[in-house]
């Protein structure tokens, strides 16, 4: 099992940053994904970024440039680095760990998830 604890969320203005932290504890040396999910209220869960184990990364097109995920596999952890906020960036962010062959899963198939931190952007 693999335990995913965030922190870091919180209410800020539109242009402020704020850093994500997720915390993985358990069976962490099965891990290879790891990645940033978030929900608006009324939205569906929709993946913000993705980190492979070997460091790759990918983003929604509506982060990109804005939005750094990062990763430390000594710590176990992954961070989400957020610049640039916007209002639409409100919602509830989830980290998501994924366990096995990248290559064999699903891109939104992830097998362990944290609580889930909160982001306010106010305008």
């Known amino acids: 099992q693999v335990q995913l604890v965030e922190s870091g969320g919180g209410l800020v203005q539109a242009g402020a940053s704020l850093r994500l932290s997720c915390a993985a504890s358990g069976v962490t040396m099965c891990i290879s994904g790891m990645g940033w999910y978030r929900q608006a209220p009324g939205k569906e869960r929709e993946l913000v970024a993705h980190i492979t184990s070997g460091g790759t990364t990918n983003y929604a097109d509506s982060v990109k440039g804005r939005f750094t995920i990062s990763r430390d596999n000594a710590k176990n952890t992954v961070s989400l680095q957020m610049n640039s906020l916007k209002p639409e960036d409100t919602a509830v962010y989830y980290c998501?760990?994924?366990?096995?062959?990248?290559?064999?899963?699903?891109?939104?198939?992830?097998?362990?998830w944290g609580q889930g931190t909160q982001v306010a952007v106010s305008s």
């Open positions: 998501a760990a994924r366990i096995g062959n990248e290559a064999k899963l699903l891109a939104n198939e992830y097998h362990y």
